[in-house]
T-cell receptor, first 117, second 110 residues
Framework: GAVVSQHPSRVICKSGTSVKIECRSLDFQATTMFWYRQFPKQSLMLMATSNEGSKATYEQGVEKDKFLINHASLTLSTLTVTSAHPEDSSFYIC?????????????FGSGTRLTVV | QKEVEQDPGPLSVPEGAIVSLNCTYSNSAFQYFMWYRQYSRKGPELLMYTYSSGNKEDGRFTAQVDKSSKYISLFIRDSQPSDSATYLCAPRGNDYKLSFGAGTTVTVRA
């Protein structure tokens, strides 16, 4: 089945530093990748949508200069949290939409738990 | 008002019971209806999807969609302790963006 690999699974960084999270589709080409943020006991909130070779589209209220998204190829998307602060601590999850017709369900990565100290 | 409303529970049932989960939504443009299961500190995994109104069955799982009342349901028959997880409904329209409910936490007691 479709597999999305997300790394790292857990990261602790100091306030003011930047952190990069990678999301790779291992056995399919991802036309679109989505990035979510999830707070404890809350649902997933969509942050941005990225299409290969295009600029990401950010949801309202998400700072695009803080959360840099790059979708350089059909199998790789990255999220960089720049100048991280403790309030950026959260669970970040990516998902990938295959380009195949009829694929309605998206595959999610296993998530990255970011802690900013 | 949220686009997708889902009772967060928690819901606790004995092993073998039927688990009934549901969501309501407000966006008439939603045409695809997904259910995901999420274990603690993991990414969601797709359980089922349904297009438009109707029922769909897959093993112990049945998904129902009633677009006229904007109501989505998931039933789990013969529930097992391994079904203990958070279940998220996630409808979407043609913009490919999923709108997640809050998730219902289910515990199946052995």
């Amino acid at each position: 089945g479709a597999v999305v690999s997300q790394h790292p699974s857990r990261v602790i960084c100091k306030s003011g530093t930047s952190v990069k999270i990678e999301c790779r589709s291992l056995d399919f080409q991802a036309t679109t990748m989505f990035w979510y943020r999830q707070f404890p006991k809350q649902s997933l909130m969509l942050m941005a949508t990225s299409n290969e070779g295009s600029k990401a589209t950010y949801e309202q209220g998400v700072e695009k200069d803080k959360f840099l998204i790059n979708h350089a190829s059909l199998t790789l998307s990255t999220l960089t949290v720049t100048s991280a602060h403790p309030e950026d601590s959260s669970f970040y999850i990516c998902s990938a939409r295959p380009g195949r017709q009829g694929d309605y369900g998206y595959t999610f990565g296993s998530g990255t738990r970011l802690t900013v100290v | 008002q949220k686009e997708v409303e889902q009772d967060p529970g928690p819901l606790s049932v004995p092993e073998g019971a039927i688990v009934s989960l549901n969501c309501t939504y407000s966006n008439s443009a939603f045409q695809y209806f997904m259910w995901y299961r999420q274990y603690s500190r993991k990414g969601p995994e797709l359980l089922m999807y349904t297009y438009s109104s109707g029922n769909k069955e897959d093993g112990r799982f049945t998904a129902q969609v009633d677009k006229s009342s904007k109501y989505i349901s998931l039933f789990i028959r013969d529930s097992q302790p391994s079904d203990s997880a958070t279940y998220l409904c996630a409808p979407r329209g043609n913009d490919y963006k999923l709108s997640f409910g809050a998730g219902t936490t289910v515990t199946v007691r052995a």
